[in-house]
Every structure is written in C-alpha cells, then in structure tokens.
C-alpha cells in the first residue's frame, strides 16, 4: 500500500488516494473467485469447476472487482490511517480511480473529528419549570396511599355525593331504542372519576337508594361509535346501593401498613426526603437539557453528516428498545401512531442527534479552553454506575469499555457542570 494524495476538501473532510499492488489485488481477486465459483453454473464444467478466464468471459472482467476490494480495504486502510495522521470514527467513502496493470488505486473521503468554535457560553439565560412545591407533592402520595388501603362502607342515611359509588343498573336508548352495548347491572360507578361519558355521574348526584329515575346525554363528537357519536341518548337508572369510602387515620398504624417504618412521622420525613430528591434531580435534568440545546445553537464550525448519520441511528435503536418495553415491536408501534420511520427521524430523532453531537462538541471544547480534566472520583463512580445498571462486576466492565471512553463522558459532565456553575436560571411561569 502506498499514500499517493492527501488533501483537505472542505471543513472535516480529506480526500486521500493510495494504491495497491497489483500482486495484492490480483490475489484478493483469487481470494473470492475460490469462494464465489462454487455456486456458479458455467455451460460446459461442473458446478464449481470453470477457471477464472472463462468465468471473467462470461460475466465481465470485473467480476469479482467489488468483493475484492471490499476484502482488501479493511486489510490495508488502518494502514493509510497510520501513514495520513487522521483519526476517524466514521466509515469512509471509498472511490476506484483506476484498475491496471500496475494494480488498484483508491480514493477514501474520510471524516475526522472537526473543529468548532463556541463563544458566550458563560451566563447562559435559560428558563425551565419551576420546581414543584415538595409538600404539596407529599400530601398527594399521602392522599393516594389512603385512597389505595380506603375500605367501602354501605350508605342508607342519605343521597348521593361526590366521591361515592353508586351501584346502579342502566341502560341507553337512542330515539327510544336500546343501543348495543348502554346496558350494565349492578354496576360500580365512582361518581366524579369521569368513567362514564361527560354530564351522566352528574345526574346521579342526590338520588336515593331505590330511585329509577332517566339521565339525559349527548354523546360526544368524536365517539369512538359513528351511530352514537354526537347523539343525544337517555339512559334509564335504577339505584341500589350507595357505599363511601372510608379512608384510614393518618396514624402510627397507616404508617406500619403502607411502608417499612413503624411510626407516621419517620414514614412522612422519608417520603419528603425521597419526593424532594426526585423534584431536585428532575429539575437538574431540565437545566441540563436546556443549556445542551443553547449550546447546540451557539456552536459553530463544520460538523460532517456521518456524526448526525450516527446519533440518529443510535436514537433509533434506543427509541426501539423503548418502545419494546411497552411490549410491541417498532411495526406496531408505526401502525398505531400512523406513522413511518422516516416520520420518526425527521420530527423526533433527527432534532435529538443534531442537539447531542453539537453539544458534545461544544463541552469538549468548553473543557479544552478551561482546562478541566475528568478526575479519578468521577471516572470510577461512572463504572460503579454502569456496572450497578448492567448488573456486572466493576473489573469485568473495565475489561470491556476502555477508561479513555469513561474519561471522556466524565470531561463532558465537567463542563456541563462549568457551564451550569455560570448560568441564569429561571422559572417558567
């Protein structure tokens, strides 16, 4: 292998030309001629058995071009890598120049790491939503876990309210016919959860056990039945029984029921101290999200496509393995959302990668003006963490992902943390 050009095209991109021996060639050629001939019939020889001359008659002097360079690139390319000083990580875009004689020449377009600047990145503005108030928030758990150990108690005494279940027989008609599938009994219907179509658990409100009375509705547009959508129905009521929910004392005992403490205040400071972290690190992550998209906009500098070809692709296959968590592939998922991968790519994952590999440019370079650096600490509790996700030894994923690759995700980190230490945060209204 010889360099014959090297030369710099545009931004990030170099166009290099380098030859191979014709000895080289020729033998690659023999190569996958061995292993193609072998299922090739060929008038007058046995399958398997005609010489390469006749064979290059019959279907062309190139025939076995392509798969002959496709076995020599991976061969000698590192090689033209090592001669040119350019590092990639992105498949290159390979040419033929010329077949001869003297043997084969080449022409890579090869895409290396660009260059980018970004300046004002110190005092960013951004704005995210407020962080939620943590007692509001407690109360809610509080109020939910009571709702989830309630127990029904039968009502005799009084009408219907809001937050009762009414046990109810019903049935619907539409211009005073039974339609399919209005008819219950004995039903249990909250009244106020909004389970039934809008202005019917309304209606059901200060009735008493043992009333038959008739509700009126109107169905709404966009009902999922065409014969019903947008009609008006009466529905005929008869109420049997009226029951409460009877919900728990905010005691020592609720405590022991729904949680590992054994009295109601250790189970409230736990909780607090749990739904505070959780507001604090979604919050974090909104601020985070923020500046990666005021960085992406503000970085400058010629990003080739094969770095967004990438991140999209990498988007993808998580964007799938996401989806399969629901339990149904990426087909259904396309036929039930109506849409196509490309929809996907173009107005979901495109927009996501362009973000991420601008802003990882940006903090790279954020890193290399401010002279941070990913420190030891950061490094292995970065493996703790991975190796506690994939549930793996800590040394046995060493030996897998290399420390330079670590090292780098943590530099990013630095400078996110370095960007965030100098930004404007505010609160969305």
């Known amino acids: 292998m010889k360099v014959l050009k090297q030369e710099k095209v545009q931004g990030s991109a170099y166009e290099v030309e380098f030859s191979i021996e014709n000895e080289a060639f020729q033998n690659a050629i023999q190569k996958v001629y061995r292993k193609e001939v072998k299922n090739m019939n060929v008038p007058g020889f046995r399958k ?13 002097e190139g025939v076995f071009y392509e798969d002959a360079i496709n076995t020599l690139i991976p061969e000698v390319f590192p090689s033209v890598l090592e001669e040119t000083k350019l590092e990639t990580n992105y498949q290159p875009e390979f040419d033929i120049v010329s077949i001869d004689e003297n043997g084969l020449v080449l022409k890579a377009k090869i895409y290396v790491k660009p260059e980018v600047e970004i300046k004002d990145y110190e005092g960013l503005e951004i704005t995210v939503p407020a962080l ?16 989830r150990n309630s127990r029904e108690v039968e009502v005799t005494d009084r009408a219907v309210q809001n937050g009762d279940i009414a046990v ?29 179509i809008p202005g019917f658990e309304e209606q059901i409100v200060g009735k008493n056990i043992g009333d038959n009375f008739d509700i009126n509705v109107t169905f709404p547009a966009e009902y999922g039945a065409e014969e019903l959508a947008g009609k008006e129905v009466v529905f005929k009521i008869a109420l049997h029984a009226i029951k409460s929910k009877e919900l728990p004392e905010l005691d020592d005992d609720f405590a022991v029921d729904v949680s590992e403490f054994n009295t109601f205040d250790e189970y409230k400071a736990d909780l607090t101290a749990k739904i505070e972290k959780r507001l604090t690190e979604n919050r974090d992550r909104d601020i985070s999200e923020a500046l990666l998209k005021a960085l992406a906009e503000k970085v400058e500098g ?74 030891d600490e950061a490094v292995e509790s970065q493996y703790e963490a991975m190796a506690t996700a994939y549930k793996m030894e800590v040394e046995k994923l060493k030996e897998i ?11 990013a980190e630095a400078a996110l943390d370095f960007v965030k230490s100098k930004a404007v945060v505010k609160d969305a209204e």
């Open 168 to 196: 109810i027989d019903f049935e619907g008609f539409l211009n005073g016919v039974a339609f399919e599938g209005g008819k219950g009994e004995n039903h249990p219907l909250e009244i106020g959860s909004g389970s039934f």
């Open 302 to 375: 010629d990003i080739p496509e094969p770095m967004f070809a990438e991140e999209v692709q990498h988007q993808l296959e998580s964007f799938k393995a996401n989806v399969a968590q629901y339990g149904f592939d990426f087909e259904t998922y396309l036929k039930i959302t109506n849409m196509t991968e490309e929809n996907v790519i173009e107005t979901t994952l495109r927009p996501r990668a362009e973000v991420m590999v601008k802003s990882r440019l940006a903090l790279e370079k954020i890193a290399a003006d401010n002279n941070l650096s990913a420190s």
């Open 48 to 60: 398997g058995k005609a010489p390469l001359s006749i064979v290059r008659k019959l279907y062309g």
């Open 132 to 147: 939620a108030d943590v007692e509001a928030e407690v109360e809610r758990d509080i109020t939910a876990a009571r709702e």
């Open 401 to 411: 992902i290399k420390r330079e690759y670590i090292e780098k995700d943590c530099l």
